[in-house]
């Protein structure tokens, strides 16, 4: 393949219907959700976005994003509603257990569980979501960076799959500043009101080429994939290095041989 893929323009400035449409519906179990997240990501976070007028208000979305904390979904949840949709995660199974799992499946989340095959159905089910018009968040990495200074590791290809497979704009998504509240490396919570924690929305990137080319039968190669999910991260991690005022490195950190707590298995993240 080898090849740059454009990006598709944006009208930021674009009326958008109005929110209580954009997120409808709403079932109990994502009121509910609501009702928790938002008002803890606002104690917590003092969160800032740049482009978040981005996402789509209508349609399939596939949200890419680094991982630098166990609380990034906190904050990149209110991301996704405060700008009139709904988010769904996909999470470790590990979660999906009793009353939460009961909300959490309710709300509309994708358990990744572990073994091969039930990692095929965590992104069946992440695909009807998208193709559904819903909002789908993944982080290509499946845990918190391993890189000790917070920069992307080598991700997963599952998101590659997804991206290649379904029409969801795809939208790569830089987080930076959760880490300073939870940092995964020393295993240390920092409590604190209102952190910074900045996101910038890139543009979507311009697969429409490579899709039409699967659809007439261009095999989902490993080759492909890893190009595919190192050309989406790249732009991430550029992303990233733009928020953070640095230049990014120019390789990604290599993922831990073993698993640890924290990680989600299989290539469905």
């Known amino acids: 393949m080898s090849q740059q893929l454009p990006a598709a323009s944006v009208d930021e400035h674009a009326p958008r219907p109005p929110r209580r449409l954009t997120r409808r519906p709403i079932p109990w179990a994502l009121r509910l959700c609501v009702f928790v997240v938002y008002p803890v990501a ?76 039930e990692a095929a159905s965590s992104v069946h089910a992440a695909r009807q979501a998208l193709a559904d018009g819903d909002v789908v968040v993944i982080y290509p990495e499946g845990s918190v960076t391993r890189d000790p200074d917070w920069w992307p590791m080598q991700a997963r290809t599952g998101v590659a799959r997804l991206a290649l497979t379904t029409d969801a704009a795809v939208l790569p998504v830089a987080q930076w500043g959760p880490q300073r509240v939870h940092d995964y490396h020393a295993r240390r919570l920092h409590l604190q009101l209102r952190a910074p924690a900045d996101y910038l929305v890139g543009e979507p990137v311009d697969l429409t080429a490579l899709r039409a080319q699967v659809r007439a039968g261009l095999p989902l190669t490993g080759e492909l994939l890893r190009e595919v999910t190192d050309l989406l991260m790249v732009r991430v991690r550029d992303q990233l290095g733009e928020l953070r005022g640095e230049r990014p490195p120019a390789a990604f950190h290599a993922r831990p041989h073993r698993q640890l707590p924290g990680d989600l298995p299989g290539d469905a993240a």
């Open 42 to 117: 606002a104690v917590v976070f003092k969160l800032r976005y740049r482009h978040g007028r981005r996402i789509p208000p209508i349609g399939g979305v596939l949200l890419v994003a680094n991982h630098v904390s166990v609380l990034d979904p906190l904050a990149c949840a209110r991301l996704v509603w405060d700008h009139g949709r709904v988010p769904h995660f996909l999470a470790k199974d590990t979660v999906f257990v009793g009353l939460a799992g009961t909300i959490l499946r309710a709300a509309g989340q994708i358990p990744v569980s572990r073994g091969s095959s």
